[in-house]
């Protein structure tokens, strides 16, 4: 073994099944590429830092230069001038894809597991397994994560086992709100799934393996577990190795997870380009390099998704130094605001430009956050709402959606039964173009709200994630306290993204002199009152105590005083420091596992020391 890597005590007695020869022998081989991916996160920092500095706003690539990290020209990837990925059988159609984790928090495998089993049996053309944003890091949750999904591939004796009494379960749910069952034949609808797994992100460490005393890439560990330990069962059962990568920036990014994949593929013996890829469109850079990425993942990527918080969160980031740019409301920036619709729009004219043998590439939409769980009035009215928004996406070219639970599958999927095309890759659409307008595009703000009511739906539901995130509930049903008991207003599944933006929003409105765009009676502001650090803290202190005296149904009585407090100190810190902190999630991965205040506040404030001296991220598990 690699003696640079080193395993937290006991995991790998632990979890033999998951850290198998092959697979700590194929983590071997790619540690070695650990060191460019600091690498790359330590320039992706500068570049942040450099922008800032000198009020650079983000721009197209030189035309008749390099994409960077690859030999390939940027006009020839532009114009379509590379060999594009085929498209597999069991991608071909994705109308709808479930996205959740495949474990609980803290659970045994048997309950656990039931996770995968409402997934397989959902009915859902593809679920995207979650290593990342709705996927708790504490304790071994990203290893249970594996078994998991291990155990469900292999269709291990448990799992049929937990996939028969989950397919009474909602076939029970389905006859009360449908009238009708939606799992016919249980063991034959497991087949109908095709297994996606999302690995976690280039810019986050693995909480399970160091190299050299140092952070090592959860996005390799994930990616090699995932593969090494299902690739001959999935290839022998006829099925696709596909991956979702999250949070890469620009064409280098892609281009460094080519190098991965194509290392891994190359270990294990895997003909190159075996192993497919989505990428999440969510960093603002990216739309001025959707093609560049396309060519850098090449031959091994399928498709583009378009997911809604993480994007407005780089929008937000990226311009953090320009006082004009600020956000409204975030119940305003919707996938046809502004700067969302021009970023949806170079989407789907990179996903039709087809490579050089004519091939294009899917569009899979963005995330459904509703539950259908409520009052009758609230679900009907909900419902209504997710349908349009489906129906809205398929009319601008989407091949498919995402939902965030499996009870909207059979909602939103009809949207596409009706239309019957498998998908829509090849629909004509204007060519890319990257004119100075373009850019502007991507930034571009639209007259909207900007309220007290907007700035406590911000400050609830950043406070009740951070404190959910802490507990292991990576995602999680919310809404603001607002709303606790109203049975009309519903409970929507919030990832990490949700945190990222409404922290980065409030940050925007304190550090920029927000105007707000409303009279408010209650804290007495007027119209055009500026949002301040002294009004900032006084909503914090209201929407915190609403917190405090919250029912155990929507804050756990026994996070109020453990991981609540810690969850108020990194919202606080995060949106008055001056220096605005790259990631929110940098600051609650560091306190992972703690109830100690004072323990949190000393790592909130060495992480944002060491930030703002010389860019440094402190990313590593402090409780290794």
Not at 11 to 35: Q, W
Not at 112 to 117: C, D, E, M
Request: hydrophobic content about 45%.
């Amino acid at each position: 073994m690699n003696q640079s890597l080193e395993f937290r005590d006991g995991i790998l007695e632990s979890y033999p099944d998951v850290y198998t020869p092959a697979a700590l022998a194929a983590l071997e081989v790619l540690a070695p590429l650990n060191h460019r991916r600091q690498a790359r996160m330590a320039a992706r920092t500068a570049m942040r830092q450099r922008r800032a500095q000198h009020r650079e706003r983000i721009a197209f690539l030189d035309a008749d230069g390099l994409i960077p990290g690859t030999q390939i020209k940027v006009a020839d990837a532009r114009s379509g001038n590379f060999d594009g990925a085929i498209i597999p059988p069991d991608l071909q159609r994705q109308w709808i894809q479930g996205t959740g984790p495949a474990t609980k928090p803290r659970a045994d495998v048997r309950s656990g597991i039931r996770n995968v089993a409402y997934a397989l049996l959902s009915g859902a053309d593809g679920w995207m397994f979650d290593g990342e944003d709705a996927l708790g890091q504490v304790d071994t949750m990203s290893l249970d994560n594996h078994r998991n999904l291990k155990l469900a591939i292999a269709r291990d004796p448990l799992f049929l086992s937990v996939a028969e009494e989950v397919a009474v379960e909602m076939n029970a749910w389905a006859q009360g709100f449908f009238g009708r069952p939606i799992v016919g034949d249980w063991r034959q609808q497991l087949d109908f799934t095709t297994v996606i797994y999302r690995c976690r992100g280039l810019h986050l460490d693995d909480r399970h393996i160091r190299q050299n005393g140092k952070g090592f890439s959860a996005s390799i560990a994930d990616m090699v577990l995932f593969v090494v330990n299902n690739h001959e069962r999935l290839r022998a059962a006829g099925r696709s190795l596909v991956l979702y990568l999250p949070k890469t920036q620009t064409a280098e990014d892609a281009a460094l997870w080519n190098d991965f994949i194509l290392a891994l593929e190359g270990h294990l013996g895997l003909p190159v380009g075996t192993i497919k890829c989505y990428v999440l469109v969510e960093q603002i850079e990216q739309c001025f390099q959707l093609m560049e990425i396309r060519a850098a993942l090449s031959p091994h990527f399928v498709g583009f998704n378009t997911g809604r918080w993480d994007y407005i969160n780089s929008v937000s980031d990226a311009l953090a130094w320009d006082p004009a740019f600020v956000n409204p409301n975030i119940q305003a920036i919707t996938m046809t605001y502004g700067y969302m619709r021009t970023y949806e729009d170079r989407v789907r004219r990179a996903m039709n430009t087809p490579d050089r043998n004519g091939r294009c590439a899917l569009w899979q939409g963005g995330m459904e956050p509703n539950i259908p769980v409520g009052s009758p009035e609230g679900v009907a009215a909900s419902m209504q709402r997710a349908v349009a928004g489906a129906e809205r996406e398929q009319r601008e070219g989407a091949s498919g959606k995402w939902v965030a639970h499996w009870k909207m599958v059979h909602i939103v999927r009809p949207v596409w039964e009706q239309v019957g095309q498998a998908n829509q890759t090849g629909r004509a659409f204007p060519a890319l173009t990257y004119t100075a307008a373009d850019a502007a595009g991507l930034m571009q703000l639209e007259p909207a709200p900007r309220t007290i009511a907007g700035a406590r739906d911000l400050l609830s539901v950043a406070l009740q994630y951070g404190n959910a995130f802490l507990r292991g509930f990576q995602a999680a049903a919310l809404k603001p306290a607002e709303f606790f008991g109203n049975d009309d207003v519903l409970y929507l599944m919030e990832d990490m993204a949700t945190g990222e933006i409404r922290l980065s929003i409030l940050w925007e409105w304190i550090h920029k002199g927000a105007v707000l765009t409303e009279a408010d009676a209650e804290t007495g502001c007027a119209e055009g009152a500026p949002f301040t650090q002294a009004l900032f803290t006084r909503l914090l202190e209201e929407e915190y105590a609403k917190l405090l005296k919250a029912g155990n149904r929507d804050v756990h009585d026994d996070s109020k005083a453990t991981t609540l407090p810690i969850a108020r100190a990194i919202v606080e810190t995060y949106v008055q420091s001056p220096i605005k902190a790259p990631w929110y999630v940098d600051l609650l991965n560091i306190n992972l596992g703690l109830d100690d205040l004072h323990i949190a506040q000393s790592r909130i404030a060495r992480y944002l020391q060491a930030f703002t001296s010389d860019g440094t991220r402190i990313t590593e598990n402090q409780d290794f």
